[in-house]
Structures are given as C-alpha cells and as structure tokens.
C-alpha cells in the first residue's frame, strides 16, 4: 500500500482514549510503513469508568472501518432494543432503539490489542506535559491531540483552538451496580428539595452503569457536596431503591476525595482542529481528536461514537487522498467533520436542557413524559418512533386523542397528533395547523383586494384549522410599509370582512387578524424591493419607546409620550372593534420582531427612565395596558394570543428565561396563548437556525408559565407538527413559507400520512381517494428506484 503521502510517516497520538487508540490502528491498518505511537498516561489495559452506550449506526461504521477490532466488539457489547421510563408511579416502555453497552475497560483492551497486533507502539504511564517535547523525541510528523476533556494540549494552544466551554447546570455522578436492567431505563424521583434522575444501563452479562443527575441547587440542598463519596453512594442508592431490587451501587472513582466524583458536565467546542508548531525546524501539525475538540453530554451517548468516527474520517481522508499535502488532508478533516460533530452537539444541546429542567414537564401524565424525554434531541421524529415501535406508539396516538376529544368514539386507526382538535374560549379549530401571517405588501392605502381574498381565500380551503392575516396597522402610520394593511376606517373593515365571510362560506378554518404597530421599523419599502431600508421619498414620521433608529439609515423615531400611548392605545382598540365587526375568529397582538410594542419590551429598545423603562414589569406595562383594553373591547368568548419575540440573539437583549415572565404577565391580563417567535428586534441579532430552531422557547412558555402556546420558524412537514404537538412542546404550529408554496399544504401533508382522519373540503372530497391512490402509486415507484 502506498503511504498517505511522501512526508507523512511517523504518527504521534497523545491519549491512549478511543480516538488515539482507533486512529492509531486504522492508519497502520491502511499503512503497515507508518511508525505510529500511542502515549497513554494510565497503566496497561487498565482504565476507569463503566459502560458506554454506541447505537447499531455507530456499530455498522466501525464494521466498515475494520471488520477484525468490530467483530470483537459486536462479540463484548450487550445489546437492547427497549427504553424504560418510570415517572411518578407509571411506567412507559417502547422498542426499536437499536442500542449496545460495553465496558469502557473492555472497549480500551480490544482496541490495545487490535493495536499491538497490527504494530501500534504503546507507551503506557507516560504522563505528557510537553507535547512539542514528545513529538521532538519521537520525530512525529503529525500529533493527534486525544488527549481528552482535560486537554492539556488544547489548553496550550487555546489561541488557535479557540476553545468555547459551557459547564452545565446539573450535578452528576457515574456509579455501577451488579442489577442488570434489560433495557435502556430512566427513573425519575422527587425529594422535598427537588427531582433526581438516573440513567441505567447493561453492558456486560453482570453489571449496569448506573448515572445519578439533578440539578445543582437540588444536590446542594441535600447537602451531597458535603457529604463524603460513601455517604454520596448510600444517598443514591436509598433514593432508587425501588429501581436496584436490592443491588447495591458502587464507585470505582476511589481515588476522588468527598463528593468531587459528583461534576458538571462541560461542554466544550472549538473554533478551530489543527494547530502548525515549529518543532526541530520543522512544522508538524497538531490535530484535536474526540473530546478535546469535542463532548457531547452523556444523555445522548455521542462521545464515544464521536471519538471513533473523528478517527475513521481522517484515516479516510488520508486514504482518499493518498498524494496529497498533509495540511489539506487536515483542513478536510477538519471542515466536514466540524459540521458533523455541530448537528450532534446541537441535539445533545437539546438532550442536556430537558434533563437540566425536568420539573418544567412533571405536570404531564406518564405517557407524555416518556415522549417528551424520547423526542427531546428533536433527531428522533414522530414517524421516527413509528419505525421503531408502532404498536407503542399507536397506543400513545389513541391516549393523546382521548385527551383531546374524551367523548369522541374509538376510532380504528387513531387521529395523528396535528389533526386533532383544540379548543380555546368559545372556539374549536378542527386541527393543530395554523397558516402563519405573512406580510404580502399589496394593500392600497391600507385596503386588502383581490390579491388578499386569493391568496388567504386558498389557503382556508387548504386544510388549516386558523388562517392568519398579516400585521394589520391601526393607524396609517403604524403600517411598515405603503403595501401593508390597515384597519382605521370602513373601507379597509369592508375589505377583510369580504375575506372572512369567503373563508366561513367556503371552508371550515377559521380565521384571525393579527394587529400591530411597526414602530421604528416603519417606513420602509415593499418586501422584494430594499427591505427595511427607508422610502426613497415621502417617509413618515415614526414612534417607538425610545429614540432608537432600527438601523442606521433609518430615521430616528420619537420617544411616545402619554399622550402619544393614549392616543395609540385608543387606536388599538377601534381596530379591535372593527375586527369583531367584520367577523374575525380570532385576535392576536404582534408584541415581536421589533415593532412598537416589542419596542416597549426589549431592553435592547427600551432606554426610558419613567414607569415604562428600566424593569421587565416596567417594560411591559405598556404592551400590557393595549393588550388589556383590547381583550376588553373583543368578544368573550373568542380568543386572543400575543406574539413575542422570546429571545433577542444578541447579548444584553430579552432572554428565553424573560419570555416565561412575560407570557406569565399577559396569561395574567387574559391572553389566551402565547404565539412564540424569537428575534428581528435589533440588526445586530445572530439567531442560530435549525429545524424547528424557536419550539424550544414555546416548549418553555408552555410547561413553566402553563399557558397554551404556538410554535413557529422552521416547521416545514407534518412530522415536525407531529412531534411537536404530541411531546406537548406547544399547542399549535404555525407554518408559514410551506404555505406560500402550497396553500393546500396541511391537506398535502395529512395525505402523506395515509390518513382519512381530516375533514377534506367539498371541492376535494370526491377527488380524495383518487388522490390517495396516485400516492400510492409514487410511493411504490419510489421504492424501485435504485
């Protein structure tokens, strides 16, 4: 076999982990000339830790990379299917998961042979303190820094690395014990102070491991960090007596003093992999390799499947590109697995903070519970679970539909979680889906037309349970831009009320008006044209909380005075009196993205030193006294939501933490829920998108202020709604650019499902089974294809 390249022959890995160790045997797998070595500071075959947990994915890569070190670890691991939850009496237990256990001794001592056979060197209790030293003696031409979480090498040379390093919230503790569970189990506890969790595992014929997890407030006020490692064992192992059937739990952190083998978990991520060193003349690259360049929290079980697959891609980069410059073959490396190692840290992100905040979803019966905690890295879809475990999560399906509608009859097949029915007030929309308001630009002087009834009159029929009519102004110079709504006079209420008796005549969705002021942000031009950038010519004057420009070609607006607030307030309010006459469902007021109302809210805005600055309480008063005098001036019985912008993505604006206070205060003032969108309140905002990247600030609304919530931002197919829905993250979802594609795009979505569970509009119902057929029909063609 050729070498990778004509100067790469002596490899240097520093951690005898199972990055170093793997990378050390896939390169001299490729290359038998390499002169590779391993420098592990503990004794031979000799480790700490218990199990670790790789999925049957994970087992398939390492079958590719090598067949020989995989066979004997497809031979040690103990594989389940099954995932066990206990929460407050009940028990869920759902199959399909494709998991393996393995001691992590085990794991190292394949891996040290699988290496000594090959013709790894091993340096074993060699405690490395001079990287550049090492690699100087041995003549390394490249060093894999595998040198763990503690990285001393990444530590050196932080200022290429760039190391970013979030300790989390949650104390935890790795324990084993001699019960051996048969599936993947967690086991939730309350105490007087609060809730403790374990994660339990087999991962060999006669022992678990066994990790305790609660939050560090709730570990202090047991006085765990007081207490010494064997009380901290007999705390834990009296606590989940019920879950041991008389096992005991044991440590084998010995060498830890008191109750330091309890840590939080660090989450660590760097800007950058590689690192060039001058060493004896010469430049060898330094390359970060598993949880130096990397961790992902335990909850997901990632670490270690990210330490062998960083290996795998490398010694495959090297492979692929056999005559080319080590420093590309690097920067390779580094850029694609990056991104890989990102899409998993995001999702452990997930992972992490439902585990950190457990007492947010202890209202919720059992059933729920346990599809929350599968589904809360939001990598694991409703069709997802389907695949692993129809029979459970039918079942699941039919509980939920007994929830929604408990006097309905027991259907066959149950209702998908997105298709079944909410009430609010006096209000029931037939389904989970609303059309989400987007600005259109083409009112004329405030006046909705032909272009609107179109456009919202489609997408009623399309299957929605609420259509949403873009921010409409109360006042002409409350609109953004010359093409938006309004609703000040009888001309602009004649207009939406066309729309609405159109949508009432010809579907069953309802329909809502969304009322806002733009604030700062007005003036501006049409969508496609320069957005947010001023009018060429005839600008109006603006106002806002506080004489904060929105950019800096905007123009400045004016501080309101009380006058002004009376004023709009008075506006708000003939609007809202318009709307009710024109039929509207529903009402919401847009209290985001910047606009004045959101102006009032964000301290990003908001620099007034009166009653309506400086304070949260302060800063939503106004907000606050709109919302009041309208849900006043709107029929009882038809609910009112509000839209905020959760989080401000820019350091010193709103948090996700004010968004609960603040959904607490208009759940106070009687909104009905709370429409959770995120951002657009400064230009200065860095969101960091995904999919369905704002449920999370819904799912917190929802479960810690305990008010109805919609999710929106990135909700693009009826698994997401699915999930979403079912995991009790929110209680509608808000679609909006899939709509603009297709307006039928909730009818679409419910057919991709296979389901008759929707009321189809007249217009379609005698065409749905010929629909249902060229489904199946594409279906089946797809299959074929290669």
Not at 366 to 382: C, D, G, P
Not at 647 to 674: L, N, Q, S, Y
Not at 733 to 752: F, G, K, N, Q
């Amino acid at each position: 076999m050729n070498t990778p390249t004509q100067t790469l022959q002596r490899i240097l890995c520093i951690g005898g982990g199972p990055a170093g160790l793997y990378f050390a045997l896939l390169m001299k797998q490729r290359d038998p000339s390499l002169h590779i070595t391993v420098v592990e500071r503990n004794r031979p075959f000799d480790t700490f830790g218990w199990g670790v947990v790789l999925s049957d994915q994970t087992l398939g890569n390492l079958r590719e990379a090598d067949t020989t070190s995989a066979a004997l670890i497809g031979e040690a691991f103990n594989h389940w299917d099954d995932i066990e939850v206990f929460f407050k009496g009940g028990r869920v237990r759902s199959g399909g998961h494709g998991f393996c256990g393995i001691g992590r001794k085990k794991l190292l001592n394949i891996l040290q042979e699988r290496c000594l056979e090959l013709g790894v060197d091993l340096v074993f209790e060699t405690d490395v303190t001079d990287d550049q030293a090492l690699a100087a003696q041995y003549r390394a031409d490249l060093v894999i820094a595998s040198d763990g979480l503690n990285s001393r090498i990444r530590t050196r040379y932080a200022d290429t690395f760039k190391p970013d390093i979030d300790t989390r919230e949650c104390r935890f503790v790795w324990l084993g014990t001699k019960k051996t569970f048969d599936a993947f189990t967690f086991a939730f506890v309350q105490t007087e102070h609060g809730w403790f969790q374990a994660h339990a595992y087999k991962f060999d014929g006669e022992t678990s491991t066994f990790i305790v997890e609660t939050p560090e407030a709730v570990w202090k006020a047991h006085g765990i960090d007081a207490m010494s490692q064997e009380e901290g064992v007999a705390f834990c192992e009296k606590l989940f007596a019920p879950y041991l059937d008389g096992h005991a739990l044991i440590s084998n952190a010995t060498h830890l003093r008191g109750s330091a083998n309890w840590i939080r978990f660090p989450r660590v991520i760097c800007n950058a992999w590689v690192h060039a060193q001058e060493i004896d003349g010469r430049q060898v690259p330094i390359v970060l390799m598993g949880d130096a360049a990397h961790t992902a929290h335990f909850s997901i079980g990632s670490g270690t499947k990210l330490a062998l697959e960083d290996a795998i891609d490398l010694a495959n980069e090297f492979s692929r590109h056999a005559n080319a410059d080590v420093a590309e073959v690097l920067q390779g490396y580094e850029a694609r697995r990056s991104v890989e190692v990102l899409k998993i840290q995001n999702a452990a992100r997930n992972s992490t903070e439902w585990f950190e905040n457990v007492e947010r979803y202890t209202g919720m019966e059992v059933e729920q519970f346990a599809y929350s905690l599968l589904t809360r890295s939001q990598r694991i879809s409703h069709e997802n679970l389907r695949l692993r475990d129809a029979k459970w999560l039918e079942g699941y399906e039919a509980w939920l539909q007994n929830q929604a509608e408990p006097a309905a009859p027991v259907k066959k097949h149950p209702t998908p979680p997105m298709l079944l029915p909410l009430a609010v007030r006096g209000l029931t929309l037939k389904n989970r889906i609303v059309v989400s308001p987007m600005a259109q630009y083409s009112a004329v002087d405030g006046v909705v037309g032909d272009y609107h009834l179109v456009h919202l009159g489609a997408r009623a029929m399309g299957g929605a349970a609420l259509v949403m009519v873009e921010m409409t102004s109360p006042t002409p110079e409350g609109r953004i831009t010359p093409g938006c709504p309004g609703l000040w006079n009888a001309e602009q209420e004649a207009g939406l009320k066309r729309i609405v008796d159109f949508a009432h005549a010809n579907s069953s969705a309802k329909i809502g008006l969304q009322l806002g002021h733009s604030g700062a942000k007005g003036s501006t031009q049409l969508g496609w044209e320069q957005i947010d950038e001023p009018l060429p010519s005839g600008n109006w004057p603006l106002l806002s909380a506080s004489d904060v420009p929105y950019g800096e070609h905007n123009q400045t607006p004016r501080a309101m005075s009380r006058a002004d607030m009376d004023a709009l307030t008075a506006a708000f309010v003939g609007a809202t009196l318009r709307a009710a006459d024109a039929g509207f469902d529903w009402l919401e007021l847009h209290c985001a993205h910047g606009y004045l109302l959101s102006s009032f809210i964000s301290p990003l805005t908001n620099q007034r030193t009166d009653d309506y600055g400086g304070t949260l309480a302060n800063r939503c008063r106004y907000p606050l006294e709109v919302f009041a005098a309208m849900r006043a001036a709107w029929p009882s019985g038809k609910p009112m939501s509000v839209r905020i912008s959760a989080h401000d993505w820019t350091p010193g604006g709103t948090t996700p933490d004010d968004a609960v206070e603040i959904a607490r205060m208009f759940k106070a003032a009687d909104c009905d829920v709370i429409d959770v969108s995120s951002g657009q309140t400064t230009r200065e905002a860095k969101p960091v998108y995904g999919r369905m990247y704002q449920t999370p600030f819904a799912d917190r609304v929802r479960n810690e202020a305990g008010i109805l919530t919609m999710a929106v931002g990135a909700i693009s197919e009826a698994d997401h709604a699915n999930s979403i829905i079912a995991a009790g993250r929110a209680d509608l979802c808000a679609v909006a650019r899939p709509h603009l594609a297709d307006p039928a795009w909730t009818l679409h979505e419910a057919a991709r499902l296979q389901t008759r569970a929707i009321e189809w509009p007249r217009p379609y119902e005698s065409g749905r089974d010929q629909l249902y057929r060229e489904i199946a029909r594409q279906q089946a063609l797809n299959a074929n294809t290669p």
